[in-house]
């Protein structure tokens, strides 16, 4: 086995406290990969194909979407290395303001701990950011800037196809995307996936989160009342949904409910960048999509207190949320 930072997973039966209860857990029926979710060549202008694969599956993948190969593998090496660190290298980050790591002593419900470690910081605007990002691995701010700097390209180009599929204004959705915030995820091989999740079922409390999962499958989402898997395509993103953006088309996109799940064989890791407005923003739906037939379905809500309310950001959202500049 690799050299592993911590040894809380290095066992041979799932401890109790890993144990999720009946009706949250995966269990032992098969959930197949679901071939039907659009892949979607950004290359095209899509916006039709993105509108429909919206309605249909709440998320779909993105290919030609101008983010260089090597800056998605320098990234999903340092997010490795960082997870590989020394516990007592590890440590210092969660002292480190508006940087925040959890491991997987964090409990999510009801006594049961994920089966995950997970570092989360805001990245954009980049400069007044990366102050506070991890120093190790030494490449962890080069890579991530350049990662993150991308990822804002591909959110805008993507939030600008569904604002005009909306019918909203162009840059409407890109004016309320002042926030960027970069989870890495990591899921290390666990010895009865049937009882563990990576992550509980959730939406993310974004306009979208852009995905990058590699090639190991772990990411469900529910379609239709049922869980179905989601394929790993290397080098192509996912796009998720998030609860702004269903709040701001007033209900005519809807938030994916999604959850990960762990494998026995090999350790997952995932990169999720949440796009998010800024906390003193009001969302609300946008008033071209509310008449008398389409009644406005949200009241408005400034996000910082969405975000706390939902807790958006698991147990340290309180923390994330201060330390992003109230004036952005
Ligand atoms: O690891 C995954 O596939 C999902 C990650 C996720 O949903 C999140 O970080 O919010
Ligand atoms: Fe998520």
Not at 198 to 215: E, N, W
Not at 237 to 263: C, D, M, P, Y
Not at 282 to 293: G, Q
Request: charge should be negative; charged fraction near 20%.
């Amino acid at each position: 086995m690799n050299k592993q930072t911590s040894s809380w997973f290095n066992v041979e039966n799932v401890p109790q406290n890993y144990i999720f209860p009946e009706e949250d857990r995966p269990g032992s029926l098969p959930i197949p990969v679901c071939d039907a979710i659009p892949v979607i060549d950004l290359g095209k202008s899509p916006t039709e194909e993105i509108m429909k694969a919206c309605r249909e599956f709440r998320l779909f993948h993105v290919t030609e979407h101008g983010v260089p190969e090597a800056v998605i593998s320098d990234t999903m090496r340092v997010v490795k290395d960082f997870f590989e660190l020394p516990e007592d290298e590890i440590a210092k980050i969660s002292s480190e303001g508006g940087c925040v790591y959890t491991s997987s002593n964090c409990f999510a419900k009801d006594g049961a701990h994920l089966w995950r470690d997970c570092l989360k910081h805001p990245c954009h605007p980049l400069e007044q950011c990366i102050p506070y990002w991890p120093q190790r691995p030494t490449e962890y701010r080069d890579a991530l800037a350049k990662y993150v700097g991308e990822i804002r390209k591909l959110s805008l180009k993507i939030l600008e196809l569904i604002s005009k599929g909306l019918g909203l204004e162009a840059g409407y959705l890109g004016a309320l995307s002042e926030v960027q915030i970069l989870t890495a995820n990591n899921y290390p091989a666990c010895p009865d996936p049937t009882l563990t999740l990576g992550l509980l079922r959730h939406c993310d409390p974004s306009l979208i989160t852009i995905l990058y999962q590699g090639d190991i499958r772990g990411l469900q989402i529910v379609k239709d009342g049922q869980w179905i898997g989601v394929e790993a395509l290397p080098n192509a993103f996912v796009v998720i949904l998030g609860n702004q953006l269903e709040i701001i088309s007033n209900g005519k996109l809807k938030s994916t409910e999604h959850r990960a799940v762990t494998n026995p064989n090999e350790t997952r890791r995932s990169i999720a960048t949440l796009i998010n407005p800024s906390p003193n923003c009001i969302v609300k739906p946008a008033d071209v999509l509310v008449n008398d037939l389409s009644p406005s379905l949200y009241e408005p809500t400034l996000y910082k207190d969405f975000v706390l309310r939902s807790k958006g950001f698991g147990a340290f959202t309180k923390s994330i949320q201060s330390y992003i500049k109230s004036e952005t």
